[in-house]
Structure formats: structure tokens, C-alpha cells
């Protein structure tokens, strides 16, 4: 199924535009991580927000997820991995799948994690970021796996029953080894552990990672004032965009993110 919009995170910012691409009949699908699992699903609760002092982070936003839902937007759980405009569509990888649909969405928050050393340089060239996906290509070999994923046990089980000698390890001060394609790891304590693949495996992954050739201001997403990226079809909205990093601006650019995209559909 060809979707009108893709939306890439399931906090207020893409809720909000769920919401409003559903008002005008539009076919939209949410794809995020649990959505109360965000540093927003943990506030006990908010002063600032307009017309609901005191509601929990957690309950604000299964308000919204509800409220998109009731309306008829489709959600999926998963981390997406890769965002890819195709020439009048924009393909989405989620774990092992691709969906497609005619204009995007990135609302995925902030990413918190620096790039490991040596991460950007031997992406697909040792460096994985989903085991399911790019598993079979290190059958029999050893791996390394590291991330917070909600996933991340159950896709290291799943490398070791295809044959994968899995070491775990921590994603803080972890550095990727090899020059042309992967050797090994060094941990912050310095101990090295040889392998031909690493796969980390992220709650999230930032920006610049999930869309090759996205262009970035200060770290974060570069936007019009239609919410456009440099990428055709892509759009963003929300804290990925930059300061003031504030619920209300999310809620805000989410709604004029869907107006632009939808309105650039025809």
C-alpha cells in the first residue's frame, strides 16, 4: 500500500500531523518506538502546556495517539532505519520492510548519542543497524552487538541462531575498528573484541543517519517555513528542528508540516 504521508515518530509533533492529515481524508501511517518510552512519556507532569496544566507526559501523548487512531491513522511500531525519496515517493525502511508513501514526515525527537568513532566511515561496511535486516550476511562470523533498542536481546538471539558468534557490549565510549571494512571494537576500558560486524542497535537513529544528503543547521534538521527539508517529498517538525526545544512548537509545526506536505501532493 502506497500511503498519502509517512510519519517518522510518535510524539506531538507527528501525532499532531496524523491528526490533521486525517481530518482531510488523507491516508497516514505513524511509525515510531512505543511512544509513552520517550523522555516526554516520562514527565510526571507539565505546568507550562496551554489548557492542560498538570497532564502527564504519558498521558498527553496516549491522548494523542488515540485521538490520531480514532480518526483512522495507522501505526506501526519499529524503528524506521532509512528514509529515501524515489522520485514522486519517498521509501521508508522499518527493520525488514520498506512501505512507501507520497511525501514524508521526520518528527523523531532529538537523538541524545554522539556517532560512535568510526561508525559513519564503515557504515555498510561492517557497521549495521538492523540485525534482521543484515544478519544473514554474517552467518557463521563473530559480531558484536550494543544499543538501547527495545529489540535489542531478542535481535542478538536472533543473530546467534543463524549461526553468529555475538558478543555484547555498551554503547558509551565504544569505538569502531578497521579501515576499509570492520576489525573489531575497543570499549572505554580500552579491551578490544575482534569481529567482522557490529550492529547498533539504537532506540532511535539521528537524523543524518536515517536520510543521506538531509541537510543540517547546527545539529539539527534544516527547514523552510513550510516545513520542507532539502529533500524532495521530506519534511520535518518538532525538536529534530532545532530550538526552543518546547511541546507547543511541536505541536505547532507538526500541524503546518502536514498542511505543506499534503498541499504539495496536489
Known amino acids: 500500500m502506497k500511503y498519502d504521508l509517512l510519519i517518522v515518530g510518535g510524539g506531538p509533533a507527528g501525532l499532531t500531523a496524523a491528526i490533521h492529515a486525517r481530518a482531510r ?26 489548557g492542560l ?11 494523542l495517539l488515540d ?11 519499529g524503528r524506521a532505519l532509512s528514509v529515501m525519496p524515489m522520485g514522486g515517493s519517498v521509501m521508508v525502511s522499518v527493520e525488514n520492510d520498506a512501505v ?8 523523531p525527537g532529538v537523538s541524545r548519542a554522539a556517532p560512535l568513532k568510526g561508525e559513519a566511515e564503515l557504515l555498510g561496511r561492517g557497521v549495521s543497524y538492523c540485525a534482521t ?58 579491551e578490544e573484541i575482534p569481529c567482522q560486524g557490529v550492529f547498533l542497535l539504537r532506540a532511535s537513529i539521528a537524523p543524518a543517519q536515517l536520510a543521506p544528503g538531509l541537510a ?9 517555513g513550510r516545513m520542507a527539508t532539502n529533500l524532495p517529498g521530506v519534511y520535518a517538525a518538532g525538536d529534530c528542528t532545532g530550538q526552543p526545544l518546547q511541546l507547543a512548537k511541536a505541536v505547532g509545526q507538526g500541524q503546518a508540516a502536514a498542511h505543506f506536505a499534503l498541499e504539495g501532493l496536489g
Do not use: W
Not at 491516508?27 to 502546556?49: D, H, K
Not at 485521538?67 to 511500531?77: I, M, P, V, W, Y
Not at 512507501?100 to 518528527?107: F, N, P, S, T
Open 25 to 50: 481524508d488523507k491516508s497516514v501511517l505513524v511509525i515510531s518506538n512505543e511512544p509513552t518510552a520517550s523522555p516526554l512519556g516520562r514527565a510526571p507532569g507539565m505546568a507550562n502546556y496551554p
Open 53 to 63: 496544566p498538570g497532564i502527564t507526559g504519558a498521558e498527553l501523548i496516549e491522548r
Open 67 to 77: 485521538q490520531a487512531t480514532a480518526l483512522g491513522a495507522q501505526h506501526r511500531k
Open 100 to 107: 512507501e508513501g507520497r511525501a514524508v514526515i521526520l518528527a
Open 133 to 190: 535486516c543484515d544478519g544473514m550476511f554474517y552467518r557463521g562470523k563473530d559480531v558484536v552487538v550494543a544499543g538501547d533498542a527495545p529489540d535489542l536481546l531478542e535481535e542478538a538471539q536472533f543473530l546467534r541462531s543463524i549461526g553468529c558468534q555475538v558478543s555484547m557490549a555498551k554503547l558509551a565510549g565504544l569505538e569502531i575498528l578497521g579501515t576499509d571494512h570492520v576489525t573489531g571494537v575497543r570499549d572505554k576500558n580500552g
Open 216 to 224: 543540517l543547521e547546527g545539529g539539527y534538521i534544516k527547514v523552510d
